[in-house]
């Protein structure tokens, strides 16, 4: 059965430091999408950033990227130059074929 | 291009009565998706359509939740009669056939509910 575990339920970082979310995953599929959302408070949930598993480059978008271990099924989200909007819920999510898995979600703040 | 729109917002009931939450995902988008979001804790899937059928609804339960989509494009998640537990933001989420070029899920703002 796939299943996406977060090991950190909550996490703090300063302003304009540098932190590291962690995610694990299980698959027997060879072929999927990874994905961290960002859930700020009462707010609606967007995707920050998003891995297909058959590419090996690591994706990054802006201050966000990924560090992903496909033999490990590790998929880690490094946030650079952290800012107070940062502040949210993320969640690591897996998909394949057409199913979505979702962790429990990491708990980041910032301080300014 | 519009999102996800859900209503009510908000919703407070008391125990045992009956609550509908309404959902218009993206145009265009064949998959729709509720979930339920205990504060805290990650989105569980209630229900996934694919179209106007359901494809995978084994997280329902069945005998307080009930939801449909008729001509495949808004849905309706009803529970009756609700119980303290299902205290939670429900979200709905849709995506394009076949995943589209991206493969992720375009979520509404969610419609929280608190059972009194």
């Known amino acids: 059965a796939q299943t996406v575990t977060q090991s950190q339920p909550e996490m703090s970082v300063q302003e304009a430091e540098t932190v590291t979310l962690s995610c694990t995953y299980d698959?027997?599929?060879?072929?999927?999408?990874l994905f961290w959302y960002k859930q700020p408070p009462s707010r609606q949930m967007i995707l920050v950033i998003r891995?297909?598993?058959?590419?090996?480059q690591n994706a990054t978008e802006n201050r966000f990227s990924v560090n992903f271990q496909k033999a490990a099924k590790s998929f880690s989200l490094k946030i650079s130059d952290s800012q107070l909007g940062d502040a949210a819920m993320y969640f690591c999510?897996?998909?394949?074929?057409?199913?979505?898995?979702f962790g429990s979600g990491t708990k980041l703040n910032v301080k300014p | 291009e519009a999102g996800v729109a859900q209503s009510p917002r908000y919703k407070i009931i008391e125990k045992r009565q009956s609550v509908a939450f309404w959902c218009n995902p993206i145009?265009?988008?064949?998959?729709l998706y509720w979930y339920q979001q205990i504060l805290g804790q990650g989105p569980k899937l209630l229900i996934q359509?694919?179209?106007?059928?359901?494809?995978?609804d084994s997280q329902l339960p069945k005998d307080r939740f009930s939801a449909e989509r008729l001509k495949g494009v808004d849905s309706t998640l009803k529970i009756q009669p609700a119980k303290l537990e299902d205290s939670a933001v429900y979200l709905c989420?849709?995506?394009?056939?076949?995943?589209?070029?991206?493969?992720?899920?375009?979520f509404g703002e969610g419609s929280r509910l608190t059972v009194l």
């Open positions: 698959t027997s599929e060879s072929d999927y999408y």
């Open positions: 359509f694919q179209n106007n059928g359901v494809v995978d």
């Open positions: 891995q297909e598993a058959y590419k090996q």
């Open positions: 999510a897996y998909r394949a074929p057409n199913k979505f898995y």
């Open positions: 989420a849709s995506s394009p056939p076949g995943g589209g070029n991206t493969g992720e899920l375009f």
């Open positions: 145009s265009g988008h064949a998959t």
